[in-house]
């Protein structure tokens, strides 16, 4: 793989390499200086009542594509569509008690970072030719 450091054209040839060439295509550095105006008041958090229901629950959980990669918890949706039935008091309890407390399962927001080549490109030795697709858990 091919990539451009400092004006000059180097090649990278281990994974280690080559990942490091993919994360700084797919993720550019933070600028250097921010843009968002100092003292900048922000409206205040939503604070919906949310009430999730048992029949809600079910029909999300219908609504799954069955034969998507899984992410980082290996639950495949086909489990989850397949026992909606043995699956939906469990999940309402721990959704309703999130909510409740607002709360977030830190592995939750946890994601695994899969790169696919993009179809059709003539050359796949530079990472503009790669996309980033990431399998997220499904709760």
Not at 20 to 47: I, M, R, W
Not at 89 to 118: D, E, G, Q
Request: hydrophobic share 40%.
């Amino acid at each position: 793989m091919k990539i451009t450091v400092d004006g000059q054209e180097i090649s990278a040839w281990t994974n280690s390499e080559k990942g490091d060439a993919l994360a700084k295509g797919f993720f550019p550095l933070k600028p250097a200086v921010s843009t968002v105006p100092p003292n900048t008041e922000y409206p205040p958090q939503c604070q919906a009542d949310v009430r999730i229901t048992a029949d809600q629950l079910q029909k999300q959980l219908h609504k799954l594509k069955p034969y998507k990669a899984p992410g980082p918890d290996g639950i495949p949706n086909i489990v989850l569509t397949k026992c909606t039935e043995l699956l939906t008091a469990r999940l309402l309890s721990i959704f309703v008690a999130m909510f409740k407390h607002t709360l977030i399962y830190k592995p939750w927001k946890t994601f695994t970072m899969v790169v696919l080549r993009k179809p059709g490109k003539p050359r796949y030795d530079i990472p503009k030719v790669y996309r980033p697709i990431a399998l997220l858990n499904t709760m």
